[in-house]
């Protein structure tokens, strides 16, 4: 049995976001122009992505799109993937880290227009979570949303 792992580290004036990943968990860039995924999948799907062999539309309904390639448990030493990325505080941007739980059950459009909503923080996780089990719930569904606002943050 494996484990994923998101994790995304702000740097002050929040100018500059920092981001690792293993495994099939997500972290998404959220605002009103787009949702952007920022992790890249560790998984037999992905890689079919990444050779051509498949297209991302087709991956998404992929048979085998549960199986990953890397997570903590397996083996001994597992790196993760470390990316930076500077971000604009001018605008309301979300970060969603989530578990294939939810992204596998919950189109990516909708996922942003749940972040967008004007609702706190807690009530916008509370819809992700719905949102999957209405879909089905059939994996763990975890689910965490930040905000570049303060008075979101706060909420």
């Given at each position: 049995m494996g484990c994923t792992l998101n994790a995304v580290v702000f740097c002050e004036p929040k100018s500059k976001i920092y981001?690792?990943?293993v495994g099939d968990s997500r972290l998404y860039m959220i605002n009103k122009r787009e949702i952007k995924q920022l992790s890249k999948d560790h998984s037999y799907v992905?890689?079919?992505?990444d050779n051509k062999e498949i297209t991302p539309e087709e991956a998404e309904e992929h048979p085998k799109k549960n199986i990953i390639t890397k997570a903590i448990g397996i083996e001994e030493n597992v790196g993760p993937d470390v990316s930076d990325r500077r971000i604009s505080t001018k605008s309301e941007t979300y970060f969603l880290l989530c578990s294939d739980?939810?992204?596998g059950l919950v189109k990516k459009?909708?996922?942003k227009k749940v972040a967008?909503?004007?609702a706190g923080i807690e009530e916008k996780i509370f819809t992700y979570i719905r949102l999957a089990n209405e879909a089905g719930g059939d994996d763990n569904i975890s689910a965490i949303l930040l905000c570049t606002k303060e008075s979101e943050v706060s909420k």
């Open positions: 981001y690792a990943n992905q890689m079919l992505v739980g939810l992204h459009e909708k996922l967008l909503a004007p």
